[in-house]
């Protein structure tokens, strides 16, 4: 069973960066087929893709948001980093990182999700 | 890209079935078979129910059912049950590696 957790700051500031890590257990970062993804939710809103990485490193981002995302990957710790930048309080939000089925893009695997506020 | 449509909330009673419709256009849920439907309880993460239209992953009840027309995709449950009292999203391939996700239905099961 494959399971993730994520782990990061729940306060960062207005103009500060925002660093959010998945931990992969049950499933490896390293295994092609999967994309490894992002999505967050405003609260008491809809979901909002991030971006997801390859195993490569390959990325693709909500257009949206592209100008201020980053992610990376740690295969060798089983890890997915998010990196948002420049934050306000629109930025404000429960942060999921999920797997999602390359090609076919579904997420069949989520985090527990993390409140980050964003707030002086 | 804007969010997929879908109906802000729907009801109905124990037993019955009800649909919730996703409308997109010609450039996503038009053009691939790829929408997927989650069900998220309050607090929870969201939950995978239906994938590439119409699949079912293993340990989703078989009252759960979609299909797809046009721009139009539908997740129908059957037999309603209390515990399907959710908040449910449909989600589309947009092209160019980019998912988008619709705004939401909240399910009241009176």
């Known amino acids: 069973q494959v399971q993730l957790q994520e782990s990061g700051p729940g306060l960062v500031k207005p103009s500060q960066t925002l660093s959010l890590t998945c931990t992969v257990s049950?499933?490896?970062?390293?295994?092609?087929?999967?994309?490894w993804s992002w999505v967050r939710q405003h609260p008491g809103k809809g979901l909002e893709w991030i971006g997801y990485?390859?195993?490569?490193?390959?990325?693709y981002y909500n257009p949206s948001l592209k100008s201020r995302v980053i992610m990376s990957v740690d295969t060798s710790n089983n890890q997915f980093s998010l990196i948002l930048s420049s934050v306000t309080a629109a930025d404000t939000a429960v942060y999921y990182c999920?797997?999602?089925?390359?090609?076919?893009?579904?997420?069949?695997?989520w985090g527990q999700g993390t409140l980050v506020t964003v707030s002086s | 890209q804007s969010a997929l449509t879908q109906p802000a909330s729907v009801s109905g009673s124990l037993g019955q079935s009800i649909t919730i419709s996703c409308t997109g256009t010609?450039?996503?849920?038009?053009?691939?078979?790829?929408v997927s439907w989650y069900q998220q309880h309050p607090g929870k993460a969201p939950r995978l129910m239906i994938y590439?239209?119409?699949g079912r992953p293993s340990g989703v009840s078989n009252r759960f059912s979609g299909s797809k027309s046009g721009n139009t995709a539908s997740l129908t449950i059957s037999g309603l049950q209390a515990e399907d009292e959710a908040d449910y999203y449909c989600?589309?391939?947009?092209?160019?590696?980019?998912?988008?996700f619709g705004g939401g239905t909240k399910l009241t099961v009176l």
């Open positions: 999920a797997r999602e089925w390359g090609g076919k893009y579904f997420f069949d695997y």
């Open positions: 010609s450039s996503d849920v038009g053009s691939y078979n790829l």
């Open positions: 590439e239209v119409f």
């Open positions: 049950g499933g490896s970062t390293s295994s092609g087929g999967f994309y």
């Open positions: 990485i390859y195993y490569s490193g390959s990325t």
């Open positions: 989600c589309s391939y947009a092209g160019n590696s980019i998912v988008i």
